[in-house]
């Protein structure tokens, strides 16, 4: 099983921009989808975007659609997310997860349940 370890988050005025990375130990990173997750306070955590094994599949919420871009590099073991364009709402702990599972359905892999494992997280602030 990996492990992961987000970096990146920080505090950033709205309409600026983020790198997060997620490294994962281990040799089989590329067998594992990967998603990112959010949790602002208070709230539950929520979906942002998951990409398939091989990185040809992606799949947004609708909330970054357009603004945020998912990339994985297998040779690297890392997972990227792009953070361009951000608002106060963006603001959470962030967190990658990996899948074992491929080929799940748009819906599928929008639940939180069909991750495992998860990262610590890191923390993004965008203020107005």
């Known amino acids: 099983q990996v492990q992961l370890e987000e970096s990146g988050g920080g505090l950033v005025q709205a309409g600026g921009s983020l790198r997060l990375s997620c490294a994962a130990s281990?040799?089989?990173?590329?067998?594992?989808?990967m998603g990112w997750f959010r949790q602002a306070p208070g709230k539950e955590r929520e979906f942002v975007v998951a990409?398939?094994?091989?990185?040809?599949?992606?799949t947004y919420a609708d909330s970054v659609k357009g603004r945020f871009t998912i990339s994985r590099d297998n040779a690297k073991n890392t997972v990227y997310l792009q953070m361009n364009s951000l608002k106060p709402e963006d603001t959470a702990v962030y967190y990658c997860a990996a899948d074992l599972t491929a080929n799940r359905s748009p819906v599928s892999v929008r639940l939180p349940g069909n991750y495992n494992p998860w990262g610590q997280g890191t923390r993004v602030t965008v203020s107005s």
């Open positions: 281990g040799r089989t990173f590329s067998s594992y989808a």
């Open positions: 990409i398939s094994r091989s990185g040809h599949t992606t």
